[in-house]
């Protein structure tokens, strides 16, 4: 909620809930360094009225107009975010994570479709909604795959398929509650993958995720451990590829090592990375965070909704 509104139009708005708030809070100390203000705000909280005059946006009584909007909004908030994303963009305020970019990142299916279009090297897919048309494909695949949610995230509902007969089950339950299934192969790996997160489409930070012993997803909520690596200039190349393929300013990259292959492959691009890093990297410098404030400031300059300022010390 906002509670303390610059009149003076230094303060940039992230649209998102406090589930997130470790980041935001990192992201607002940084842009208190270069002399500006963040707050954060539900969906839910802002009111918007409409006139001949033009969209106005409220909390409680009070008109806000940002100098920037930073989208921070998925699961049941995407849609509504969307909503304000576009209603503010389309308002002439500067918005970074658009409504469409949200949309497109969040789906595994649009991320696949991007990915191949645009020559980064990914992971064949069958996605569909027929369960009875799979008899044509299963002969056609090999086990085991991994079935994936097309809407997820932080590891969850991954299931590793080992038969045909179970691909078909899982598929059927998914057709029932009109869902489609999206398939791809499970690429032998060493047991990790890497997160890279680019900042304006550039490469700043990256770090190995291991899967626990015993498992192979390797998401750090679901149990996994971290370790920084540096960039490489393969690791830049095929991540700062990934984020423009995805129209991704602000983007976590999912790298694998295809051990087969030798070469890496891009998951999946993520369009609301984790820029708070402390909290599994305790000696982390919070890079991230601070490359973020920078950019999001520039941004708002070169669209003229602020002007620049001199930064604390």
Known sequence: MVTQWKSDGRTFLVVGSDVDRLDHESLFADLEKLGYCGRRVHPTDVTTKFTAEGPAFFVGEEEIRPALVFGWCDNEHLIPGMYLLTAFERSGIPVINTAQTLFCAQNKYLNSESLHRNGVPHLPVLSGSSDKDLDHWIPSLQFPLVLKPIVGC???????????????????????GSQNYYIQPYLNNPGRDIRVTCVNFKAVHAFHRYAPTGKWITNISAGGYAERIELTPELVEIAEKAA???????????????????????????????????????????????????????????HGTIERVQPTA
Do not use: C, H, Q
């Open 244 to 302: 423009r393929a995805m129209g991704t300013p602000i983007a976590g990259v999912d790298v694998v090592e295809d051990i087969d292959n030798n070469i890496y492959r891009v998951y999946e691009v993520n369009s609301m990375p984790t820029f708070y890093v402390k909290w599994f990297l305790p000696d982390d410098e919070n890079l991230i965070s601070a490359k973020l404030a920078e950019f999001l400031v520039e941004t708002a300059i070169e």
């Open 154 to 176: 932080e590891g969850r509902s991954l299931l590793k398929i080992e038969t045909p007969d179970a691909l078909k089950n899982v598929a059927k339950v998914l057709a029932g």
